[in-house]
């Protein structure tokens, strides 16, 4: 009988975290994020999932970068707004976990993130030509 509660109650809270998520997500999916580079003057704006929406490019760094560095600022100020974007999404996925009782499956989660980056970062070594 008490097991029965036990898992009644929990599955309430399940439930409410759930619903408490998809409010969360809908939220949160309308978030922008930006990212900075040369100093301030570009700036990258990405929505929720890291889509470009914006790209300012201030006049002093048309002037003062060459195609090289302009290029390697823009792509700077996009990485940082798709890193700024990740993390939002990661906290947002944690306090979901927790608030629904099951936080040990955010270890869980940064575990299997940690393997699929060492996998990734290792297969983009093995693909890179040779300097």
């Known amino acids: 009988m008490d097991e029965m509660r036990d898992l009644r109650a929990r599955m309430e809270r399940l439930s409410a975290a759930a619903a408490w998520m998809d409010e969360l997500a809908a939220e949160w999916s309308t978030r922008e994020h930006v990212g900075r580079a040369d100093e301030g003057r570009i700036t990258a704006t990405v929505d929720a999932v890291g889509t470009l929406r914006a790209l300012d490019i201030h006049p002093l760094s048309m002037r003062g970068l060459d195609s090289r560095a302009l290029a390697e600022a823009v ?57």
């Open 75 to 131: 792509l700077k100020a996009v990485r940082r707004a798709e890193a700024a974007a990740r993390e939002a999404q990661e906290a947002m996925l944690r306090g979901g976990l927790d608030a629904a009782g099951v936080p040990h499956l955010t270890g869980l989660l940064d575990d299997a993130r940690r393997a699929f980056g060492q996998r990734t970062s290792s297969s983009d070594t093995d693909r890179r030509p040779p300097p």
